[in-house]
Structure formats: structure tokens, C-alpha cells
């Protein structure tokens, strides 16, 4: 394998000039290089760490070996969900050894320095680094979103070189930190599909499952889809990096890197051409949940909030559940960055309505839901691939309106001519 | 048959007669094998239930959930970590598990390079042997 080329100052934090914490998250990210095959070192200028999820106390013992070493984050780093609600105890039902264990590791990311984000919308909690920034981001939706949204440049990083990219401010440079690997080779053509259909959010869930099954890891560009909001491109992402493993994608005329066609292939013709129609997206549809149900059929539980909801989104369920009351529990899962924006009042008048509002973590990566198994109903293309596994409930998929109209009524509400037409 | 070394393992050491676990569909650690008891979790793959400790664990596909990594380490601390691991591509994410695993002193696997082509000439069951430079033996009449 070839060797990594370090400067001056990647040579002093390995050979120890700042501290033995430095040193071993130096020995971790140069011997991750060496596996990637990159010849050098890039300077990062921001991280979200993903690694403060509690999956077993080893990542715990490894965030204390860290903090026992007196490692800080040498850039601006925020966290994504832990496996506690720290506002709000007594939702989360962790057995006492692993609920120990679990806030043992937060408070070792925040001993190191990192800002208590603890949500996967960092980029919605004041995280946003300008187009063409090199960073080190975890979180497949939040790399996503960075990449192709923000035109900030990083790799899908995993557990434990996020915060050792983070201590020492350097990452492999290689992926999607190279310009050349980020141009487009595969064109979506989404023309065919009717206006109408992206006028409903639950389009873009849709189209990222899709896309993640269509491309996997390959880089696609999107036509035809209109101008998605902030949000709308958000929950796009997030399905797509758990039905693939999609890091970067481009939507012509919307994403930075992506003013036009030719910039976003970087001049050169697709290798590959994919016409969505409204077939394969009606069918992407249906995958995404895993019962049939009917209008009317009993429910036990509605979630969303994956990626967090922003203030916006919370707002347009505040509006949704009007003055009524949920009859079966409705989770909205969200960060303290999009509380802290809600009018004063609003968050114990929506708990007051039965709405579990739910932060610094969510419902599919910690226990949450009822025990044992039931129906979930969600608008959510990352809760809808995710929640059958971890959860054990089965999952069906629905637009906002049907989601709390569920929630409200007890039962499953589908919109009756569909909801897709005009 | 040479197998490319991507990581080492703790203690660097050669990987003597560890039976083969070959892994023909595609697995996510995360969500594929459980943390606690090293059992592969994912009802669609054909090695349901199968514990993967002291195996030689042949991976044919690996989907890259970025928590790989953590699943990976957890299994080193408890000791139902593979005795190796052979995957047809590079693989930064779980390559990471067994990187931390030895900077925290933990017996960890190393992480070899073969592809899936090669892989297929491998039954599952057999014994192999693989040396700490790369070197695979499938020891005969073994399965």
C-alpha cells in the first residue's frame, strides 16, 4: 500500500507535540488513509459527529480513553442524536446499565468540546459550511445534505474518525473531497412525471427512496423536479442514504454544484440515463411500507421527525392538529435548535394535545415506541426503512395530513382520492 | 490463494484453522449482526442466526451503514469478534472497528482483500488458514 505524505504539523500531533490524544486520533486517521489508498491529508474546517449513539460501552470506553488523554476538538464540531432525551427524561425507556452507558458517552463529547447539537439537522442548528469547505461529517443524511445542498465537501464518515478528524483538524483526502469525484454520471430525467406530484411533500421521500435503490452509490443528477425547498431536498436526502448509500447527489437548476446540466457532469455526457415515470414512483411508494392497511384500520402509534423536524415543520403540525387531541400517541421528533425558534407556548400546547415531542434523539435509534409490535404510521422515508428492524413495528407510509389525521382519529386516515391528484 | 492485508490484526499474528463463514449476500454490520450476541440478525441473509465469532468471515458485499464501525468494535470488546475478516472491496467504515479495537489494546481481527470471483472458489464450512502476510490455505477434505 502506498504511504501517506504528512506535513510539519500532521508529523508533531503523531509524534505527540499536542498531547497523546492528538496522537492516537492521528494514528487512527493516517492509518484509515493508508486503507483508503490517499497519498496525503486534507484540513478540515468543521465535523458532526455521529459517534455519540450509544450501540455498546466500547464506543463509550473509546470516548473516555479520549477525554482521559485530554482530547478537544480542534475545529467547530456538533453532535447528532445521542440515545437519551436529555430535556425530557422518562421517554426513552434504556435499561438502567445501558441508559449509564449511553449518557456516559454524551457527556464525553461534550467534555471534548463539541456543541450540544445532538441532531441529525445539524445544517438546520447553525451548522452550515460555505460550498467547496472541506469537513468531516457523519450521519448518512447530514453528509447528504452537506454535500449536495450546502456544496461543502465530505466522505460518509464513520464512527470514531469523525472525532478524530475532529481533535486533529485533518481527514484522508480522498472521495468526495477530490472535485473530480464529485460530478454527476448518472441522469435522472424526471420530465414525464406530472407537475402535480411534487406538490406534495411526500414526493421527495419518495423520489430518495427510489434514487438510493436506482444509483446506490453512484452519483446522480436530477432534471425535472421543480425547485424543492430547504426541507423537501432534506427529507429527498435522507431516503436516499438509507435505501443506498447516496452522498452526494446534484438537482439541476437547484444545488450549487449544479447550475446546468454540463456543470454538473463537469462537461461530459452522462454514462447513463434513467426516465422516471410515475410507475416507478407510485411502486417506490408501496415499498416503503411493509403492511397493507386500509382507511379506517386500527394504528398504534404515528412518528416523524427523521431527519429532525425543522421550526417550519413543527409549525405545520402545530397548524395540522389544529385545537383537537391525538388518541394514539404522535412522536415528533426534532432538535433544540428548531424548539428554541417555536412562538413561547407552542411546545407544551402541542405536548398538551398528545403531541410526544421528542429531542436529542428519535424513535428508531433508541427505545421509544410501546413495547412490543404494532403499526407505525409515518411520512418519514428514513423511519419507513429503518423502523421495521430496530423497532420490530411495521411501518405504514403516509403523507403529513394522513399522518395526523391518523394520530387524531385513532385509525388509519388515507386521503380519499389519493394523494397525488391535482 | 494471496489475500491482500488492508489492516492488521492485534496481536499481528497468523490466523490458524478458523472455519469459513461465506456471506454471499449483501450484509450491513449495523442492523446485520447484533452488537451483543454476534449473531447475524438480518432475516434475509441465508446465515440467519450464525454467530460470526472466531470465523473467518468471507464478505462478498458490505453495505456501508457508518455505524459499522461501532458494531465492529463492540464486538472485539466482547470477544465475538471474527478471527478475520475478507472483503471484496476496500472498506474504510469497518476497517475503523478493528483500527480503534487495537489503539484500545483489544484483540482485533485483521481485514483482508479478496474478490468476490475468488471468494466463490471457498465452501462455506471449510477450514482455512491465513497468514498475517496474506497467505490463504483451505485445508482439504475439511468440509
Not at chain 1, 43 to 65: K, M, P, Q, V
Not at chain 1, 70 to 94: C, E, F, K, S
Request: aromatic share 6%; glycine share 10%.
Amino acid at each position: 500500500m502506498k504511504c501517506v505524505d504528512l506535513d510539519g504539523y500532521e508529523r508533531g500531533l503523531l509524534d505527540g507535540a499536542a498531547g497523546e490524544a492528538a496522537a492516537l486520533a492521528m494514528r487512527v486517521i493516517v492509518e484509515t488513509a493508508r486503507v483508503l489508498g490517499a497519498t496525503s491529508l486534507v484540513e478540515i474546517r468543521s465535523a458532526h459527529i455521529d459517534g455519540c449513539l450509544y450501540h455498546g460501552d466500547s464506543g463509550t470506553l473509546f470516548a473516555e480513553r479520549l477525554v482521559g488523554l485530554g482530547a478537544q476538538v480542534a475545529v467547530p464540531t456538533t453532535l447528532n442524536v445521542g440515545a437519551l432525551d436529555l430535556l425530557h427524561g422518562g421517554i426513552v425507556r434504556l435499561e438502567p446499565a445501558a441508559r449509564k452507558m449511553a449518557h456516559r458517552l454524551m457527556a464525553a463529547y461534550i467534555a471534548m468540546g463539541a456543541r450540544q447539537t445532538w441532531t441529525c439537522a445539524p445544517y438546520q442548528a447553525g451548522h452550515r459550511p460555505a460550498a467547496g469547505e472541506d469537513v468531516a461529517w457523519g450521519e448518512s443524511n447530514a453528509v447528504a445534505f452537506c454535500n449536495s445542498v450546502l456544496g461543502a465537501r465530505t466522505n460518509r464518515y464513520g464512527d470514531f474518525l469523525d472525532i478524530c478528524a475532529a481533535i486533529t483538524g485533518r481527514a484522508p483526502k480522498s472521495g468526495l473531497h477530490l472535485p473530480r469525484n464529485r460530478f454527476a454520471t448518472v441522469l435522472v430525467d424526471a420530465t414525464a412525471v406530472p407537475d402535480s406530484f411534487w406538490r406534495d411533500d411526500i414526493a421527495f421521500p419518495i423520489l430518495g427512496a427510489w434514487l438510493g435503490r436506482a444509483v446506490g452509490q453512484r452519483i446522480a443528477a436530477i432534471e425535472g423536479i421543480g425547485r424543492p425547498t430547504e426541507d423537501q431536498l432534506k427529507a429527498l436526502g435522507a431516503a436516499a442514504a438509507s435505501s443506498g448509500s447516496v452522498g452526494l447527489f446534484h438537482v439541476i437548476g437547484v444545488t450549487p454544484e449544479a447550475s446546468t446540466r454540463s456543470a454538473a457532469f463537469g462537461d461530459v455526457a452522462p454514462q447513463d440515463t434513467i426516465r422516471l415515470d410515475l410507475t416507478a414512483l407510485t411502486r417506490a411508494r408501496a415499498g416503503l411500507s411493509t403492511v397493507n392497511r386500509s382507511a379506517g384500520e386500527a394504528i398504534d402509534a404515528v412518528a416523524i421527525g427523521s431527519p429532525h423536524l425543522s421550526t417550519d415543520e413543527l409549525c405545520a403540525l402545530d397548524r395540522l392538529v389544529g385545537r383537537r387531541h391525538c388518541s394514539k400517541p404522535l412522536y415528533a421528533c426534532t432538535g433544540r435548535h428548531a424548539l428554541a425558534g417555536l412562538p413561547q407556548g407552542l411546545m407544551q400546547s402541542l405536548n398538551d394535545r398528545g403531541v410526544v415531542v421528542i429531542v436529542d434523539t428519535c424513535v428508531v435509534v433508541t427505545p421509544v415506541l410501546p413495547p412490543g409490535s404494532g403499526v407505525l404510521v409515518t411520512n418519514s422515508g428514513k423511519f419507513a426503512h429503518y423502523a421495521p428492524q430496530n423497532t420490530g413495528y411495521d411501518v405504514v407510509f403516509a403523507t403529513l395530513v394522513e399522518c395526523v389525521e391518523s394520530a387524531v382519529r385513532g385509525s388509519l386516515y388515507l386521503t380519499p382520492n389519493g394523494a397525488h391528484e391535482g | 490463494m494471496k489475500v491482500e492485508v488492508i489492516v492488521p490484526g492485534q496481536p499481528d499474528e497468523d490466523i490458524e484453522r478458523a472455519p469459513a463463514v461465506m456471506l454471499t449476500e449483501p450484509i450491513s454490520f449495523w442492523g446485520g449482526i447484533s452488537p451483543s450476541d454476534g449473531t447475524i440478525t438480518d432475516p434475509r441473509s441465508r446465515n440467519h442466526n450464525r454467530p460470526v465469532a472466531a470465523t473467518a468471515l468471507f464478505i462478498s458485499e458490505l453495505r456501508g451503514s457508518s455505524s459499522g464501525s461501532s458494531v465492529l468494535l463492540e464486538l472485539i470488546y466482547r470477544g465475538l469478534a471474527p478471527a478475520a475478516i475478507v472483503l471484496d472491496s476496500l472498506d474504510a467504515i469497518l476497517a475503523l472497528g478493528s483500527i480503534v479495537g487495537r489503539e484500545m489494546g483489544w484483540k482485533s481481527p485483521p481485514i483482508f482483500r479478496l474478490p468476490a470471483a475468488e471468494q466463490g472458489l471457498i465452501t462455506d464450512g471449510a477450514v482455512v488458514s491465513i497468514s498475517k502476510n496474506g497467505h490463504l490455505t483451505v485445508h482439504p477434505g475439511s468440509c
